[in-house]
């Protein structure tokens, strides 16, 4: 009797309250991406110099200064564009990844006491057979 | 309205099922349900590959019908989970939207006697624990439950509209609705208060529990740190170099942070570091008071995400001066390497340097011949970089506000101790993380008293710091002594033995002492019936703790002719409170009257003063002011504040603490008319405000400075038969040399009344008789002694006849 109660309860949140809490969480780790890989920053710094590497430009104008401070400032904006392009693309996959893991588990979760049943079944099945 | 009655039923299922099944089984089910479906799925794949399908169909069987169990498990621990979380966010004040409702952790308490929610509270492991940290015992607990009282039922109880019911909500009901309850904690000597701060201690380590467990909450998620935020910012290698972990200096804990005083000061930091220049901020606080943990707490805010977005991706460096000054022996390397630190920052960008205690990094750079305010004053006003200070208050006033222009670069963020409540709060977690390593179990009382015994008993350091440092005391003591309840009593008696000073609950021994206190003094102070009473009802005044704290434990002023037993009851006082004479302390306040009489009391920024020295080495101790009336005026100011509020800042700024001494000023001052009074004969009682009054109008002091001691205490001038006593009590010293030596004395009754007739002297009292007994006595025995008429062994008889008029004239 307790356990028909239980298990009565137990799907009525699983059909109601859980599927609003998988929301919450799924915002969670949604979020959590984002902060992980520091997408809003590392945007907004996209094209920096790469760890603020530069030259100085000497202070009487010379040409091989000049060339010098324009190579190293291009080199190190290009790696940094690079380095931080591959975080923010792993960034991004994440979050798609995290966006289909979601709507994953909410298809999951619905099937999942049927799911449960037909593993039992088809393992007692094996078993006996 | 929802009752608690019906809001638990929702609780009821998960509850059971977490009775069938604890939540830590289930953790271990899931495990090796996983295993076991991992192996059998293993061999599956194994066996079809490898041994022709022989042993497959089995194990397919056993792997589908492992994962089933295992998937059971999952959705078990999520539908557990999701009540045995439910509410926290919000009692945390993680979430902002409003929740109501009860928590998990009533639920699982009222469940267990839904028709008397005191009794399954008082049985609950959680209500059990409470009480227990409370301090009541268990033989109360169950005669509360055993009388008959009126029970309080679920139903009864009505949830708040607006709010989560909480543990604390349980015992705030419980306090306000059943007397039986209240009165059984009053027998037990336990207050609402003490009750509710246990209650509180015990659900905040709840509460920490269930908020680490719950690893996917976004508060926890953001713990971690993001990837790349500091890569458009530059690299600091030099600084690095001589950089310090800044955990080696921290004392709070994680929790103290989430104060609102914390709190208050995490921000006005943020905002001072967020300035678009001169962002650098100077945390001017006693040490121990928690001025890193502070900068630690804005540190984890910046890498969290959570601070102000201004100073987002900052890094905070703590500059190692230690190291720095170590491996530079010269100006220009120390120089060169300072000015590269500072570039570097610069470079860098999101460098906040902290250097703890700016001025003794300062002077010690002075001391090299470096000036640091000119050496980095361009960078303080850059926006690129951050300098953030640490400095006690004392060094702040005496050394940097001297630099004037440097100090205004930096906004000053003053960080008090932590007031008493605040330091038991931050105690609570100390204790806990103590209590495994010293087997002990703190009570919620014991944690006070630590608070109250480290503040007034403990002088050196701050709160929190110098309670934490009691609390350590304490657990080890208790291991040493193999006790593992920790109450207050036993905390301050731990006090006692560490200081010397009677602390806590009045032992019957003591009683006896404070209340025969006037017979104690007597012993050793003859007459003086009136000063000796006053001394002792001050004295148990400020024993019984009725007396303000933030005082001297007694103060005094003695008034009286020389000889008349001032000084013999400082010691007096010395012996019954403190142990022993050897705890008096004397300082001559006539050598405080020249121009220089308050660096020479209180030092002068190179040399420490009298009497901050005198209480740094004995902090408790009778302390007599000889001579009082001829210290400087200057210097009675000063005594204006160490009498008033037991503390006064000396020279170098720092804060001195006189409270657990005694303090007694002796003074010839109104001699005179104390002897005229008594030799009219009139009652010097009825006269005392008169002879106050006039050494008032003769300037001797002034009336804020009578006023603040304890009570002025006037000294009679003695009387024959109280000199004879005296003289008795000196003679008693006298046969102990003599007997030590060898010999036995006996002094007939009409020497010793002629003697008292030479020696007395209403003007200079005892001190005239101590010297006839030298002369007269003494030296009659050294004249015995010498020419050998006595033998080792024989008894020196001596009388008026032995004494020739010339003899007795000296």
Known sequence: MLFLSIVHHYLFWHYTRALAEIFVTWKNFMWFVGHFFSLRQLASSWFSPWKRTLTGRGEKWNLEDLAGYVIINILSRVVGAVIRTIIIFLGLVGFVGTFLGGVLVYVFWILAPFVLIILLGFGLTLLIA | ?810
């Open chain 2, 1 to 810: 309205m929802n009752t608690l009655r019906e809001d638990i039923q929702q609780y009821k299922p998960a509850m059971s099922l977490n009775r069938l099944v604890s939540r830590k089984t289930l953790h271990g089910a899931r495990v090796f349900l996983f295993i076991v479906f991992v192996l059998s799925g293993g061999g599956y794949v194994a066996s079809t590959f490898v041994l022709d399908g022989q042993y497959a169909q089995p194990l397919l069987g056993v792997s589908l019908v492992a994962l089933a169990f295992w998937l059971e498990a999952m959705l078990a621990f999520f539908y557990s989970n999701s009540y045995y979380f439910r509410g926290l966010g919000s009692l945390l004040g993680i979430d902002t939207t409003t929740q109501a409702g009860t928590t998990y952790d009533v639920a699982e308490v009222v469940i267990k006697n839904e028709h008397d929610v005191s009794e399954a509270f008082c049985s609950s492991s959680f209500g059990s624990t409470v009480l227990f940290r409370a301090g009541v015992n268990q033989s109360a607990i169950e005669e509360y439950l055993r009388n008959p009282r009126q029970q309080i039922t679920a139903d009864m109880v009505t949830l708040p509209e607006e709010e989560i019911f909480s543990l604390t909500g349980l015992g705030k009901y419980l306090l306000k609705h059943d007397r039986a309850f209240v009165d059984m904690l009053a027998h037990s000597g336990v207050s609402s208060e003490t009750f509710m701060g246990a209650l509180r201690w015990v659900v905040g380590s709840v509460h920490q529990e269930k908020r680490a467990a719950q690893w996917w909450s976004k508060d926890n998620l953001s713990r971690t740190k993001g990837i790349g935020r500091e890569w458009s910012y530059g690299h600091a290698f030099l600084l690095q170099k001589f950089a310090r972990d800044i955990r080696t200096s921290a004392v709070f804990s994680t929790l103290s942070a989430n104060t609102p005083f914390a709190l208050e000061k995490i921000t006005q930091i943020e905002a001072s570091l967020a300035r678009a220049k001169e962002a650098n901020v100077l945390l001017i606080g006693e040490a121990g008071v928690g001025k890193i943990d502070l900068i630690m707490a804005v540190q984890r805010r910046m890498q969290t995400g959570k601070s102000l977005d201004a100073i987002g991706g900052q890094q905070m460096i703590v500059l190692d001066t230690n190291r720095l000054f170590a491996t530079h022996n010269d100006k220009q390397s120390l120089e060169l390497t300072l000015l590269g630190i500072f570039d570097e920052a610069v470079q860098s960008g999101n460098i906040i340097i902290v250097i703890e205690n700016l001025s003794v990094f300062m002077r010690e750079a002075e001391s090299m011949g470096i000036y640091i305010p000119e050496l980095i004053d361009r960078y303080l006003s850059a926006p690129n970089i951050h300098l953030v200070g640490t400095d006690t208050p004392g060094a702040y006033h005496t050394y940097l506000e001297t630099k004037g222009g440097f100090v205004r670069r930096f906004s000053e963020i003053l960080i008090d101790a932590p007031d008493l409540s605040a330091t038991t709060r931050v105690l609570q977690n100390i204790a806990l993380q103590h209590e495994a390593k010293y087997q002990t179990f703190f009570t919620y009382p014991s944690l006070q008293a630590l608070t109250v015994a480290s503040d007034r008993y403990i002088v050196e350091g701050v709160l929190p710091d110098k309670a934490i440092a009691l609390l350590i005391d304490v657990a080890s003591a208790a291991k040493q002594q193999g006790l593992t309840f920790i109450t207050g009593d036993f905390v301050y008696s731990v006090v006692s033995d560490k200081t010397g000073v009677p602390a806590g609950p009045i032992s019957d021994s003591e009683r006896d002492i404070l209340l025969n206190l006037e017979d104690k003094l007597h012993q050793q102070v003859i007459g003086q019936e009136h000063a000796l009473s006053a001394i002792a009802r001050t004295m148990r005044r400020a024993r019984a703790g009725i007396q303000s704290a933030d005082k001297p434990i007694g103060s005094f002023l003695f008034l009286g002719p020389t000889g008349v037993g001032k000084t013999e009851t400082a010691k007096a006082l010395a012996n019954v409170f403190f142990g022993g004479e050897d705890k008096l302390e004397r300082i001559d306040m006539s050598e405080f009257s020249g121009a220089d009489a308050v660096s020479k009391l209180i030092g002068d920024g190179e040399s420490a003063g009298a009497l901050p020295t005198l209480l740094r080495e004995h902090p408790y101790s009778v302390i007599l002011l000889d001579e009082f009336e001829k210290a400087n005026q200057s210097v009675h100011d000063i005594f204006l504040q160490v009498l008033d509020e037991g503390i006064f800042t000396d020279s170098r700024g720092t804060k001195v603490n006189a409270r657990n001494t005694i303090i007694i000023a002796t003074s010839n001052a109104g001699s005179q008319l104390i002897l005229n009074t008594v030799q009219q004969r009139k009652e010097l009682s009825t006269l005392s405000a008169e002879i106050i009054s006039s050494i008032i109008k003769a300037g001797i002091y002034r009336p804020e400075l009578i006023n603040r001691f304890d009570s002025t205490i006037i000294f009679e001038p003695l009387s024959i038969p109280q000199q004879t006593e005296v003289a008795s009590m000196m003679l008693d010293g006298l046969y102990q040399r003599v007997k030590e030596r060898g010999y036995q004395l006996t002094v007939g009754t009409d020497l010793l009344n002629a003697l008292v007739q030479k020696g007395y002297s209403p003007e200079f009292g005892a001190r005239p008789m101590q010297r006839v007994l030298q002369d007269v006595i003494e030296e009659k025995i050294a004249q015995k002694i010498i020419s050998g008429s006595v033998q080792k062994g024989d008894t020196i008889k001596l009388v008026l006849a032995d004494f020739s008029e010339a003899e007795l004239a000296v």
